[in-house]
C-alpha cells in the first residue's frame, strides 16, 4: 500500500507542455523594460510628459490574460477553425460555452448549410458551359464568408495549400471538383484522402500523372507526394522517387478534347507497370495506393502533418512535444485528421498567450473577416476575389506546388498598402448600409476589444469627434495592425 | 541630434508633412541628374530574372552537333532553326533578341552551372540558389546580403526601393533586414485617401501612430514588422508620387506578357531615377515534366520578346550602360526525355547575362551528355563563382564576404 501524498503526481512539472499555458510574460517584460528604457532616454531629451506617458503605457500594454475570457477565447478560436465571426455568429457560439462551441465547430456535419447552399451560385459542370476561374473563386470565398461550417471551408483551405492544384495547368471545372472532395473529406482519413487526391483530375493534370505510363514514367507526383505531401525532404532516396513513379503509372484522364477539361480518371491496365519495384526497403508489384498506404504510417508523414495542422492553427514552429503528442494521436486514430484537429482545439497551448495574435491573417482570412464586417452583397465576392492577387493569394493559383509561404511573407510595403486599401475600397461601398455600432460593439467583434491604449484613445477621439462617422471608424479599425493579426 | 527617422518612429513629426523632401527622392534625383555613361558603381543595377519551376538548358542553349542530343530527346529535340553561336552550340530558334545581343557582344552565356551534390527538389535547389549556400535554409538571400553592405558603407541606408521586386511578394534572394519594396504599379503604391462627407481625409498620421504604438505592445515579431512596413511604405510611396511620372517607354513591350509588364515596371523605376541597385522579376512554368516542347517554346519567346524591349527601352532612356541583367532557374532538367515528352528535374544548366555591361560570349564547358550522373548533368561552374564574379567585377562589393568563401572570377564583365 502506497501511502505517499497523491498531491505529488499533480507537481506542474509533470504536466505536458501540451497542456500547459505558455507565458510569453517573462519575455515580454525583460524585452518591454529594455525597449521602454531606451525609448524613454530619447523622449527625456524631447522633453515632452504627455509622449512619455503614451510611450509607457504602449510598452505595458501586453497579452497577458488575453485569452482568459471566454468570449475572448471563442473568438480567437472562430479565427482560426473558421474565418472570424460576425456580432452575431459570435453571440451564438459564445452563448454555447467553449466546450460546446468547440463540439458544433469539430461535428459540422449536423449543422444544416442549407441557406449557404440555396443562395450561391450554381456551378454547372455539365453541358458545353464551364465555370470559369472567378466563377468558383467567388463562389468559396462566399462559402467561406457565409457558411454555418466554418471549419469545413478552413480545412478545405488547409488542403488546398497543402495538396496544391493549381488554374495555371488544371481548368476551374477540375479545381472546382477537387475544392469539393477536399471539403467532402476535410476531416476524415488521411489515407483515403490521399489515394482520392492520386486520381483526382486536377492533381493528375497538375502533377503530371495522367502522362505517366508503363515505360515511360514521369517523377513530378511521386516526388511531391513525398517531399510535400507525407514524409518531407531527407526521408526518400531518388530510387524511391524512380519506383514510386512506376507504382502510379496506369491512371489517366477521360472525356475532354484538352486535359484541362477531362473530368474522369480511369485505371488503363495496359498503360500501368505491374512489374516488381524495391520502395523503401519493401519489393512487391506496387500500385499508386500501395505506395500511399506505405507512406502515410511512417512517423515522418505523422509529424510533417501535425507540425502543419497546429502551424496552420496555433502558431508557427510548435514545441517537439506538441508535435508528437499530435502525431500519436494521428496514428492512434488510424490517420483520422478531425482526432488531431480535436486534439488542437482542445489543448492549452491554442489558448496560450504564445498562440494569441501569432498569426498574419491570410488574404483568404483578411477579405473574408473585411467582407463579413462589411456585410458586402453577393456583387462584392467577385470583386474580393479579385482584390485578393495583389494581397499574393489568388484562389486555386498558388505560386507553386509547394502552396503558400505563409507568416511574416504575406506582409510587405506592398501588400500592407493593399489590404488597408481594401478595408477603404469595401467601406466605401458599403457606406450606406452599414449596420450602426458603438466603438466598443466594433472592437469587441473585430479585435477582442483589446487595442493598444494609443489606438484605443485615437478611436475614442475619432467617434466622439466624428459620431455619425460609422464608415470612418470601421475603417480605422480595420486599418489597425491588431485586426491585421489572427 | 534625432534622424528623421527617429522622430518618426516617435510620432514627433508629422509624416511627410509641407514640402518636406523625403530623403529617398533626394537620392534619386542625385542618381538620375549623375546619369551617364560612364557609370559609377552607385548608378548600377542589377536585374535578376527569375526562371522558375526549372529551365531546360539543353532546350536553350542546344548542343545540336551531339548525337546524345538526338537520341536523349527524341520528341523534344530542336533540329530546325537553332541560332547558331558556333560549331556545336546554338541558341533556340525564339531567343532572336538575344542573338542579336550576343552578335553585338552583349550576352555572356556561362555553361554548366550547378553546386556539388545536387538537390533535385524545386523548394530546396532554390533556397541554395537563393541564399548562396548549399545548406539552403531561411537565412538572408545573397542580394539581400549585398542591399545590407550597401547600408553598411552608407550607401542609401535603409532606402526602400534600392531592392524592389515586381509582383507582390519579396523574393527570397532579396531578404535581409534592409527594406525591400514589392511593386505591381507606380501609381497606384499608396494609401488611398479615405472620402468623408466629400472631401478627402489623410489617414497616414493615425495609422503611424497605430502602428508605432502597436510596436511596443504586440506580439515578436510583429509589433515591429508591421511598424517598419508601413514606414517603409509610405516613405516609398511618396517617393513615386514625388516621382517626375513623365515616363514613356521607348520600345514596345509585348502585350499580355507578364514578364514584359514586369520589366516596364523595372524599366520605370530605374528610368524614374528612384535609386533602385536590385530588381528581381520572375516567368514561372519551366516545371515541364509532360508536352514540354509548346510550353517551353512560348516561355522562352515571352522571355526573349520582353527582354528585348527592356534593353531597348533602357538604351532610348541612356540607361543602358547601367543595367546588367542576369538569368537563373533552380535547376536544368534531366538530360533524357521522359513518356510524356517532357523532361523531369536535373541538374546543371546554362546561365545568360546581358547588357552593355557584359562581356560576351561563351564561359565554363559545355557538360557531357554521355558522363552523367544518375541520367544528369555533371555541373562544371559553381553557381557562387557567377555571383562572385557579378558582385566584384559589377557591383564592386565585397564578393567573399558576401558569399561566405572564395570562388573564381570569370571575365563575364567589361571592367
Not at chain 1, 519489393?283 to 502533418?305: H, K, Y
Not at chain 2, 493615425?206 to 516613405?235: I, N, V, W
Request: aromatic share 8%; hydrophobic share 40%; proline share 5%.
Amino acid at each position: 500500500m502506497d501511502d505517499a501524498p497523491v498531491t505529488t503526481s499533480l507537481a506542474p512539472a509533470s504536466r505536458p507542455i501540451w497542456q500547459r499555458p505558455v507565458s510569453r510574460r517573462a519575455v515580454l517584460a525583460t524585452g518591454a523594460t529594455g525597449a521602454a528604457a531606451a525609448a524613454l532616454a530619447v523622449l527625456w531629451k524631447g522633453n515632452d510628459l504627455s509622449q512619455i506617458l503614451d510611450q509607457v503605457r504602449n510598452l505595458t500594454h501586453g497579452y497577458q490574460g488575453a485569452l482568459t475570457g471566454e468570449r475572448v477565447r471563442i473568438a480567437h478560436l472562430l479565427r482560426r477553425a473558421g474565418f472570424g465571426a460576425t456580432k452575431n455568429e459570435l453571440d451564438h457560439y459564445a452563448a454555447l460555452g467553449q466546450a460546446a462551441a468547440t463540439d458544433a465547430l469539430l461535428n459540422y456535419s449536423k449543422i444544416s448549410n442549407a441557406t449557404l447552399e440555396s443562395q450561391l451560385p450554381s456551378i454547372d459542370l455539365s453541358g458545353g458551359t464551364r465555370p470559369t476561374a472567378g466563377a468558383i473563386q467567388s463562389w468559396w470565398l462566399q462559402r467561406m464568408a457565409e457558411t454555418t461550417r466554418p471549419l469545413e471551408e478552413k480545412m478545405t483551405l488547409f488542403w488546398h495549400g497543402l495538396l496544391t492544384s493549381g488554374l495555371d495547368k488544371a481548368g476551374p471545372a477540375q479545381l472546382f471538383t477537387q475544392n469539393q472532395l477536399y471539403r467532402s473529406m476535410a476531416l476524415g482519413n488521411f489515407n483515403d484522402l490521399l489515394k482520392a487526391v492520386s486520381k483526382d483530375p486536377a492533381m493528375m493534370v497538375y502533377l503530371d500523372t495522367e502522362t505517366n505510363r508503363k515505360g515511360k514514367p514521369n517523377e513530378n507526383y511521386a516526388r511531391e507526394l513525398m517531399e510535400l505531401f507525407t514524409t518531407g525532404i531527407g526521408h526518400y532516396t531518388e530510387d524511391d522517387v524512380r519506383e514510386s513513379a512506376r507504382s502510379f503509372t496506369g491512371w489517366t484522364l477521360q472525356g475532354g478534347k484538352q486535359l484541362r477539361y477531362a473530368m474522369a480518371s480511369q485505371f488503363v491496365p495496359r498503360f500501368h507497370d505491374a512489374g516488381v519495384k524495391t520502395f523503401m526497403g519493401k519489393t512487391g508489384t506496387f500500385t499508386g495506393d500501395d505506395i500511399v498506404e506505405m507512406l502515410v504510417p511512417l512517423r515522418a508523414t505523422a509529424v510533417r502533418l501535425s507540425t502543419r495542422l497546429f502551424s496552420f492553427f496555433a502558431y508557427p514552429n510548435p514545441e517537439p512535444e506538441i508535435v508528437n503528442h499530435l502525431a500519436d494521436t494521428f496514428q492512434k486514430a488510424h490517420y483520422n485528421v478531425g482526432a488531431v484537429l480535436r486534439e488542437i482545439f482542445t489543448m492549452d497551448a491554442f489558448y496560450s498567450e504564445k498562440a494569441y495574435r501569432a498569426l498574419v491573417k491570410t488574404p483568404a482570412e483578411l477579405v473574408v473577416q473585411t467582407l463579413k464586417a462589411t456585410g458586402t452583397n453577393a456583387r462584392g465576392y467577385t470583386a474580393a476575389a479579385v482584390a485578393m492577387a495583389p494581397m499574393g493569394q489568388v484562389l486555386f493559383y498558388p505560386p507553386n506546388v509547394a502552396g503558400w509561404p505563409g507568416g511574416t511573407s504575406w506582409i510587405n510595403s506592398s501588400t500592407l498598402l493593399t489590404r488597408i486599401n481594401f478595408a477603404s475600397a469595401l467601406i466605401q461601398r458599403s457606406r450606406d448600409s452599414l449596420t450602426s455600432q458603438s466603438l466598443a460593439q466594433l472592437s469587441d467583434t473585430l479585435v477582442d476589444a483589446n487595442l493598444s491604449p494609443a489606438t484605443r484613445d485615437g478611436l475614442q477621439g475619432f467617434a466622439a469627434a466624428q459620431p455619425d462617422d460609422q464608415a470612418g471608424l470601421l475603417f480605422m479599425l480595420l486599418a489597425t495592425p491588431e485586426f491585421q493579426l489572427n | 541630434m534625432f534622424s528623421r527617422r527617429d522622430l518618426l518612429k516617435q510620432g514627433l513629426l508629422p509624416v511627410f508633412a509641407g514640402s518636406a523632401v523625403p530623403s529617398v527622392f533626394a537620392n534619386g534625383v542625385a542618381a538620375a541628374a549623375t546619369d551617364s555613361p560612364n557609370a559609377t558603381p552607385s548608378d548600377r543595377v542589377l536585374v535578376l530574372v527569375q526562371l522558375a519551376g526549372g529551365n531546360d538548358g539543353l532546350n536553350t542553349i542546344i548542343p545540336f552537333q551531339d548525337g546524345a542530343y538526338h537520341d536523349a530527346r527524341p520528341t523534344l529535340r530542336q533540329d530546325q532553326g537553332v541560332l547558331r553561336l558556333n560549331a556545336q552550340l546554338g541558341l533556340h530558334p525564339n531567343l532572336k533578341g538575344l542573338k542579336a545581343s550576343w552578335d553585338a557582344g552583349q550576352l555572356a552565356i556561362v555553361q554548366g552551372v550547378g553546386y556539388p551534390n545536387p538537390n533535385l527538389s524545386h523548394f530546396a535547389s532554390m533556397s541554395i540558389w537563393e541564399t548562396a549556400s548549399v545548406q539552403g535554409g531561411i537565412g538572408d538571400g545573397w542580394l539581400g546580403r549585398y542591399l545590407n553592405y550597401l547600408d553598411q558603407v552608407g550607401e542609401n541606408p535603409n532606402h526602400a526601393l534600392e531592392g524592389v521586386s515586381a509582383g507582390s511578394l519579396v523574393p527570397p534572394e532579396l531578404r535581409s533586414k534592409t527594406p525591400v519594396t514589392a511593386l505591381q504599379s507606380l501609381r497606384t503604391f499608396r494609401l488611398q485617401p479615405v472620402n468623408e462627407h466629400g472631401t478627402q481625409v489623410d489617414v497616414e498620421n493615425p495609422l503611424m501612430k497605430f502602428y508605432s504604438a502597436f510596436k511596443g505592445a504586440g506580439p515578436a515579431p510583429f509589433g515591429a514588422l508591421f511598424d517598419t512596413t508601413l514606414q517603409e511604405a509610405l516613405q516609398a510611396s511618396h517617393a513615386l508620387q514625388a516621382t517626375d511620372a513623365s515616363y514613356q517607354a521607348k520600345a514596345t513591350y509585348p502585350a499580355k506578357s507578364p514578364i514584359a509588364s514586369s520589366l516596364k515596371l523595372v524599366a520605370e523605376t530605374i528610368v524614374s531615377g528612384l535609386g533602385v541597385r536590385v530588381a528581381h522579376v520572375t516567368l514561372g512554368g519551366f516545371d515541364n515534366h509532360s508536352r514540354e516542347k509548346p510550353v517551353h517554346d512560348k516561355l522562352l519567346l515571352d522571355l526573349d520578346q520582353a527582354l528585348a524591349a527592356f534593353m531597348q527601352d533602357l538604351q532610348g532612356h541612356g540607361v543602358g550602360d547601367r543595367v546588367l541583367m542576369m538569368t537563373w532557374s533552380e535547376f536544368g532538367r534531366r538530360v533524357k526525355e521522359n513518356g510524356s515528352a517532357g523532361t523531369d528535374h536535373g541538374t546543371a544548366a546554362p546561365m545568360f547575362l546581358l547588357g552593355a555591361p557584359v562581356q560576351g560570349g561563351l564561359y565554363g564547358q559545355q557538360p557531357s551528355l554521355t558522363d552523367l550522373d544518375n541520367g544528369n548533368l555533371k555541373f562544371g561552374t559553381d553557381f557562387r563563382s557567377v555571383y562572385a564574379s557579378v558582385l566584384q567585377g559589377y557591383l564592386q562589393a565585397p564578393a567573399s564576404d558576401l558569399l561566405g568563401g572564395n570562388y573564381e572570377i570569370l571575365p563575364l564583365l567589361k571592367a
